[in-house]
């Protein structure tokens, strides 16, 4: 399997502009998990999702950023105006349900930042 | 709630000597316990688990971990660190005893920088 894939790799953008992340969870990975990584605030959990529905997303910052997972294998992490402080390294997840298989897999990430 | 935390924020050590990587943990059932190894400009990577069993937990890349009960801690080890050990580490915990108040959540520590030297 290739991993949790994440693009793009690397986004600027101008504050205003609409801004999208798009991640491919691993195949058969039933959990999937956004973060957000700064030197401030270090790794957060900004929302995630069991079997394509959103079980929690009281990591979202504010109703700029809205996520989608309209199938078991896309999910995008919109963030619409974007403003200089959304920049960030953004991360997507995945795992499956099992006690054993606990683990989640992160993708490369995706460079955000708005000037 | 569950936490954890790191206390140090960077970890400095010579090539072969022992490299050791702090982490307690609060939950209010049992946890699961993680570490996770960054390298510059990638994603986190998964190195150990403990969930049950053993307290010495073995890992990817000759690294090693001790639940300790008493302690709350989960520290992180090896034995003999090489400079290719250089990375960012976080600790991780997800607390059983609420499944499903906090869902499948994992609680990251704040992450340690640890810097390996020839």
């Known amino acids: 399997d290739a991993g949790v894939i994440q693009s793009p790799r690397h986004e600027v953008t101008e504050m205003g502009q609409e801004v999208t992340l798009r991640c491919k969870p691993i195949?058969?990975?039933?959990?999937l998990f956004w973060y957000r990584q700064t030197m401030m605030r270090g790794l957060e959990l900004l929302i995630y999702?069991?079997?394509?529905?959103?079980?929690?997303d009281s990591g979202m910052p504010e109703d700029r950023f809205s996520a989608k997972m309209p199938n078991a294998s896309f999910s995008t992490l919109k963030i619409q105006p974007s403003e200089p402080r959304d920049s960030a390294v953004y991360f997507c997840?995945?795992?499956?349900?099992?006690?054993?298989?606990?683990?989640?897999?992160f993708g490369p990430g995706t460079r955000l930042t708005v000037l | 709630a569950q936490s954890v935390a790191q206390p140090e924020d960077q970890v400095n050590v010579a090539e072969g000597n022992p490299l050791t990587v702090k982490c307690t943990y609060s939950?209010?059932?049992?946890?699961?316990l993680f570490w996770y190894v960054q390298y510059p400009n990638r994603g986190l990577q998964f190195l150990l688990k403990?969930?049950?069993?053993?307290?010495l937990v073995k890992g990817s890349y000759g690294f090693e971990a001790e639940f300790n009960k008493s302690q709350t801690s989960f520290h992180l080890k090896k034995p003999s660190a090489l400079v290719s050990d250089s990375a960012l580490y976080f600790c991780?915990?997800?607390?059983?005893?609420?499944?499903?108040?906090?869902?499948?959540?994992?609680?990251f520590g704040g992450g340690t920088r640890v810097l390996v030297k020839p």
């Open positions: 939950v209010s059932g049992n946890p699961y």
């Open positions: 195949s058969g990975h039933d959990y």
């Open positions: 991780a915990v997800r607390d059983m005893a609420s499944l499903k108040a906090a869902g499948n959540k994992l609680t």
């Open positions: 999702f069991n079997n394509n529905v959103p079980i929690d």
């Open positions: 403990y969930i049950t069993g053993d307290n």
């Open positions: 997840a995945s795992r499956e349900t099992g006690l054993d298989t606990d683990t989640q897999y």
